[in-house]
């Protein structure tokens, strides 16, 4: 059963950071790009930075809005993917969720966000004062 877990949301101040993980099981995380999209309340949700299939080859993408602050990494050995977050912003408030695309690029998270599947079910993250 493929099966995707977030983890390692809360409460911090702005300027602070917080690392996400994606626990995955059920399947060769090697073979699958894995995307970090959030949903603020009222928003669409929205790609926030994927991370190609592969291992020592694998690409990242980061939307304009966390490039710079946020860095994507895989562990395969470990079947997760994280999700490093620095220099929080009130605006990076919302639901984060994580999921997969086999043989995905990490351009996949723009170029065709719906095929990713497997969902977790999100870790929130509040950036509050």
């Known amino acids: 059963q493929v099966q995707l877990v977030e983890s390692g949301g809360g409460l911090v101040q702005p300027g602070g950071s917080l690392r996400l993980s994606c626990t995955t099981s059920?399947?060769?995380?090697?073979?699958?790009?894995i995307g970090w999209f959030r949903q603020a309340p009222g928003a669409e949700r929205e790609g926030v930075a994927c991370i190609s299939s592969g291992s020592s080859d694998a690409s990242t993408y980061y939307a304009d809005a966390v490039k710079g602050r946020f860095t994507i990494s895989r562990d395969n050995a470990k079947n997760t993917v994280y999700l490093q977050m620095n220099s929080l912003k009130p605006e990076d408030t919302a639901v984060y969720y994580c999921?997969?695309?086999?043989?995905?690029?990490?351009?996949?998270?723009?170029?065709?966000?719906?095929?990713?599947?497997?969902w977790g079910q999100g870790t929130q993250v509040t950036v509050s004062s």
């Open positions: 999921a997969a695309l086999r043989d995905g690029s990490a351009w996949a998270l723009i170029t065709n966000p719906a095929d990713f599947g497997s």
């Open positions: 059920g399947f060769t995380l090697n073979y699958y790009a």
